[in-house]
């Protein structure tokens, strides 16, 4: 094969950071990215990142960019902590279902960034291979081993290999794996950002400020907080960014989000065409009986971060036969939220495919032998987090278990 080329659908946390690894090795890939630009929505809140995470990212940064991420990270204090609506603290969860998975618990390493300023790091280097505006609408299969990939403005490009890296809803996951389909874990959250400042760190108590934090009543309708406060935010590779870029990267605030399931919450219709004011209020309502420092942290949402979130989940299915089509992320591994792994598992998936994409094309390897070896791994590892997060959630958000 002459110069393999390989083109990524989705440029999220898991098609970029495969991207760079790629490219830094010389590789022929290109991203092709729905969204108009990096900073076409508000991409997200803050994440954790653990050593499964972080191995991958550093595995595909350049030294640079790895420093940069490592300067707008903040590094949480403490595990994740139970409360119940009057903040009187609740057992830890049982955590025999994330046992041997790499959750937090196990993990030296706890690391929180903005997925958003993460997506800007890892767009930087890679401005020549990202093509923005781009959506992937499906893909065609040549008997050579050729595969049309097919955008959503009538235009066709050729590759060799095509990665679906285009989360939940992926459009070449659904084509090339019609099987398999995605739950609705019928619970609801509103998301948003609190802002940390000396004038809100003051009105909300330290025992709030840990890794994570959830309070939840006899209805599993719960609030949790998850700060980012960050460990170096006057590093100089980060003033060196935009103006965008360095008001993301060093302003500190907390994720907020308040949960129910579905059957107690406003109807979908509802939930969807709801303004963020309207959404605030809301949770500010459900919430009102509950400790004044909770509903503190729903008096603090900054209402244009307030947005409706529903907790959906991909149903794993059983082995297929490797193509040159093939999935990572979200795309194939969409999870219960309930312990922040999702992430995580996708860049694992970056660092497995990437290393065996980087065998094929030092000819150590055949094609679909490589692609094979991933998707094995991933579904060994990734449904087994997905699994694991889906148990954590019935316990703890109190949303329906995955269909068998
Ligand atoms: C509230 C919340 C908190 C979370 N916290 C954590 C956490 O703490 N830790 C953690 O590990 N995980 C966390 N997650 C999960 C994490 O956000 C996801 O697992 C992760 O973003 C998946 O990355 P991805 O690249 O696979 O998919 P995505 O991030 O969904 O990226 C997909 C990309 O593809 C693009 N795209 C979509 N369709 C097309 C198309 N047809 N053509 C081209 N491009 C397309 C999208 O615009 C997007 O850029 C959280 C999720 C939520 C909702």
């Given at each position: 094969m002459s110069k393999m080329r390989i083109i990524i659908a989705g440029g999220g946390l898991a098609g970029m950071t495969l991207a760079h690894r790629l490219h830094r090795h010389g590789l022929d890939v290109a991203v092709y990215e729905r969204?108009?630009?990096?900073?076409?929505?508000?991409?997200g809140y803050r994440i954790h990142i653990n050593s499964t995470g972080t191995s991958a990212l550093h595995a595909a940064l350049e030294p640079r960019l790895w420093k940069l991420f490592l300067a707008t990270c903040g590094m949480p204090n403490d595990d994740m902590l139970l409360f119940d609506e009057h903040l009187d603290p609740r057992p830890s969860r049982d955590k025999s279902a994330t046992e041997?998975?790499?959750?937090?618990?196990?993990?030296?390493e706890h690391l929180v960034v903005c997925r958003s300023t993460l997506r800007r790091i890892l767009f930087l280097g890679l401005e020549p291979v990202v093509r923005f505006g781009a959506r992937v609408t499906g893909y065609r299969s040549a008997p050579d081993g050729t595969v049309t990939v097919l955008l959503g403005n009538g235009e066709t490009v050729e590759a060799d290999v095509l990665i679906a890296?285009?989360?939940?809803?992926s459009a070449v996951r659904a084509q090339r794996l019609p099987q398999m389909t995605v739950a609705d874990l019928g619970a609801r959250s509103i998301a948003a950002k609190v802002p940390i400042t000396n004038a809100t760190r003051s009105r909300l108590?330290?025992?709030?400020?840990?890794t994570f934090s959830m309070a939840y009543d006899d209805d599993r309708t719960g609030l949790t907080l998850g700060p980012l406060e960050r460990?170096?935010?006057?590093?100089p590779l980060v003033l060196e960014q935009d103006r965008a870029f360095q008001d993301e990267a060093t302003k500190n605030y907390a994720l907020s989000i308040f949960n129910s399931v579905a059957s107690r919450m406003m109807p979908d219709a509802e939930l969807c065409a709801a303004t963020p004011e309207r959404l605030k209020a809301y949770a500010l309502e459900r919430v009102a009986s509950w400790h004044p420092a909770l509903v503190e942290t729903v008096r603090l949402w900054d209402t244009a971060t307030v947005q409706p979130l529903t907790l959906r989940s991909c149903v794993p299915v059983t082995a297929w036969e490797p193509s040159n089509v093939t999935v990572m992320g979200d795309a194939v591994h969409a999870m219960?939220?309930?312990?922040?792994?999702g992430a995580n598992t996708a860049l694992r998936d970056a660092l497995v495919l990437g290393g065996e994409l980087l065998a094929v094309a030092r000819g150590d390897k055949a094609l679909l032998d490589g692609i094979g070896a991933y998707e094995e791994a991933m579904r060994g590892y990734g449904y087994q987090a997905l699994r694991a997060s889906a148990s954590v959630g019935e316990q703890v958000i109190g949303h329906l278990p995955l269909p068998e």
């Open positions: 969204d108009a630009g990096i900073a076409a929505r508000e991409a041997g998975i790499g959750v937090p618990d196990d993990i030296p890296a285009d989360g939940i809803n108590p330290g025992q709030l400020f840990n460990t170096d935010p006057g590093s219960s939220p309930a312990l922040g792994i």
